[in-house]
């Protein structure tokens, strides 16, 4: 029987596991101390993420804090992501990629159209699967602020300019965040098919939690 190789390196019992499927939103609850593992299954597939505090989701991911706490744009092993209470939510603790994005933001219908023309106006974008999820706990579209792209490469050119390029994974790829507190992880696949970000194909990625 062949050995699951997404699950190599993680300790601990598994408690969720789930594949995400392409263009889908995912919500779950991470107790601290657990481990969830992002598996990007067939590669270069951007998953734009938020976090919010289990026990006062008014406590939520800053990108601003955590930029700001590490000096620098871009998120890597040992990154602390921290909150707009300046505290520590969740720690990259393992990246088989190099670095992920924080400043690239979510796809939006209204986005789409100013990047893209009127004709993707009816896409589905990540802002929409953001709020389809949040919405099954009470919050709005004013709940969703500055969040992470995990394998989306967005590089800073020289005259301060941001591209969206191709991205640095490759099928089975992962990144592994320990909850350094009780919190609600909310998750886009992104479904965005107008630049590289998921080499124009959304695919599936794969969600395990250990505890």
Same mark, same amino acid.
């Given at each position: ?5 997404? +699950? ?8 969720? =596991? ?21 598996? =990007? ?39 602390? /992501? +921290? ?14 990629? =190099?670095?992920?994005?924080?400043? %690239? ?11 893209? %023309? ?12 953001? /709020? ?5 706990? %009470? ?22 300019? +941001? ?9 089975? /790829?992962?990144?592994? +965040? ?34």
């Amino acid at each position: 029987m062949n050995a699951d190789t997404h +699950l190599s390196g993680l300790a601990g019992a598994v408690i969720h =596991d789930v594949i995400v499927p392409a263009r889908a939103p995912w919500l779950y609850h991470v107790a601290a101390g657990q481990t969830l593992r992002i598996v =990007d299954l067939e590669g270069n597939q951007a998953v734009d993420f938020l976090l919010y505090s289990a026990a006062d989701d008014a406590e939520r991911y800053s990108a601003q804090d955590t930029v700001a706490a590490q000096g620098n744009l871009f998120l890597r092993t040992g990154t602390v /992501l +921290l909150s707009n209470e300046g505290r520590p939510m969740m720690t990259i603790a393992a990246s088989a990629v =190099d670095y992920h994005d924080t400043i %690239g933001g979510a796809c939006s219908c209204e986005s789409n159209t100013l990047r893209y %023309g009127h004709h993707t106006k009816a896409e589905h974008a990540c802002v929409e699967n953001f /709020l389809e999820a949040n919405l099954t706990e %009470g919050r709005s579209k004013r709940d969703i602020v500055s969040n992470i792209n995990f394998f989306m490469n967005v590089p800073v050119e020289p005259d301060g300019s +941001l591209g969206i390029v191709d991205g640095i994974s490759a099928p089975g /790829l992962t990144v592994d +965040l320990r909850a350094e507190m009780d919190v609600v992880v909310v998750v886009s696949n992104c479904p965005q098919v107008n630049n590289p970000c998921n080499g124009f194909n959304p695919t599936p990625v794969r969600m395990i939690v250990t505890a």
